[in-house]
């Protein structure tokens, strides 16, 4: 555990119950709040998490809220996930599951190689959520724009309705886009992602210390990335097909 002091503030995200409480905390969006002690992370203060979708850890998408929040002050890190523990923390404005998304790819994208700064690499849902958070957990939106989301061990999401998103953030994670118009992101180590013609695929690939080095996107039917045929990036920044 690393406790680091940093002058300037940094965005963040942060998960909620339905009622904007967090562990009996209540907030509202607007607020600043302050902690008199000095925050640990996973002890006190403030929590909240640089990447978006690390919010998944503490917050399933489907029955919670989410924001995306200013912390300030003193604040405490682990090396597990992104998570932080601030002194002071603003709430600034709701974000819903499309904006974690965008925010997650904006997020990665910023941080690796650029490999194709035209393609596209966001869909917008606005419907159901489903999470499978749990080792070999599997998560399916199957409704219109709905978003299915697994961050576990070889977790699975699928996404088979209209403009559905589908994430699988875990180690091998693999994420399909079946409907019209939707989009699948694997962003995981050794992720991959497959999806009917049209729909989107955004993969990363990682190194042996799970850095970001390449993020790539695609659409099916295009530059010969075929349907229904699970895709994952290669060590140059490639999409290649996943032996069977």
Same mark, same amino acid.
């Given at each position: 555990?690393?406790d680091a002091k940093q002058p300037e503030s940094i965005t963040t995200f942060k998960g909620f119950d339905r009622n904007?409480?967090?562990?009996?905390?209540?907030?509202?969006?607007?607020?600043?709040?302050?902690?008199?002690?000095?925050?640990?992370?996973?002890?006190?203060?403030?929590?909240?998490?640089?990447?978006?979708?690390?919010?998944? *850890?503490?917050?399933?998408?489907?029955?919670?809220?989410?924001?995306?929040?200013?912390?300030? /002050?003193? +604040?405490?890190?682990?090396?597990?996930?992104?998570?932080? !523990?601030?002194?002071? +923390?603003? +709430?600034?404005?709701?974000? *819903?599951?499309?904006? #974690?998304?965008? !925010?997650?790819?904006?997020?990665?994208?910023?941080?690796?190689?650029?490999?194709?700064?035209n393609s596209p690499a966001s869909a917008t849902v606005d419907g159901g959520a489903a999470s499978a958070t749990g080792d070999g957990g599997a998560a399916s939106a199957t409704g219109e724009s709905g978003a299915?989301?697994?961050?576990?061990?070889?977790?699975?999401?699928?996404?088979?309705?209209?403009?559905?998103?589908?994430? !699988?953030? /875990?180690?091998?994670?693999?994420?399909?886009?079946?409907?019209?118009?939707?989009?699948?992101?694997?962003?995981?180590? *050794?992720?991959?992602?497959?999806?009917?013609?049209?729909?989107?695929?955004?993969?990363?690939?990682?190194?042996?210390?799970?850095?970001?080095?390449?993020?790539?996107?695609?659409?099916?039917?295009?530059?010969? +990335?075929?349907?229904?045929?699970?895709?994952? #990036?290669?060590?140059?920044?490639?999409?290649?097909?996943?032996?069977?």
């Amino acid at each position: 555990m690393q406790d680091a002091k940093q002058p300037e503030s940094i965005t963040t995200f942060k998960g909620f119950d339905r009622n904007w409480k967090c562990r009996d905390f209540q907030y509202e969006v607007g607020k600043t709040y302050e902690h008199s002690g000095k925050p640990v992370v996973c002890l006190s203060g403030f929590h909240a998490c640089e990447y978006p979708l690390d919010v998944f *850890n503490y917050y399933a998408p489907a029955g919670s809220r989410f924001a995306l929040v200013e912390q300030a /002050g003193d +604040i405490s890190r682990h090396g597990e996930d992104s998570k932080g !523990a601030s002194s002071k +923390i603003t +709430i600034k404005a709701e974000v *819903n599951f499309a904006g #974690l998304i965008k !925010a997650a790819i904006k997020y990665t994208t910023s941080r690796c190689k650029p490999v194709d700064p035209n393609s596209p690499a966001s869909a917008t849902v606005d419907g159901g959520a489903a999470s499978a958070t749990g080792d070999g957990g599997a998560a399916s939106a199957t409704g219109e724009s709905g978003a299915a989301s697994a961050t576990g061990y070889r977790g699975a999401a699928s996404a088979p309705g209209y403009r559905g998103a589908a994430s !699988a953030t /875990g180690y091998q994670g693999a994420a399909s886009a079946t409907g019209y118009r939707g989009a699948a992101m694997s962003i995981g180590v *050794n992720g991959s992602a497959s999806g009917l013609k049209g729909n989107a695929l955004f993969l990363v690939f990682r190194d042996g210390d799970y850095n970001i080095v390449h993020a790539k996107a695609a659409i099916v039917g295009r530059d010969g +990335i075929k349907e229904d045929t699970f895709y994952k #990036l290669s060590s140059g920044g490639e999409f290649v097909e996943v032996e069977q």
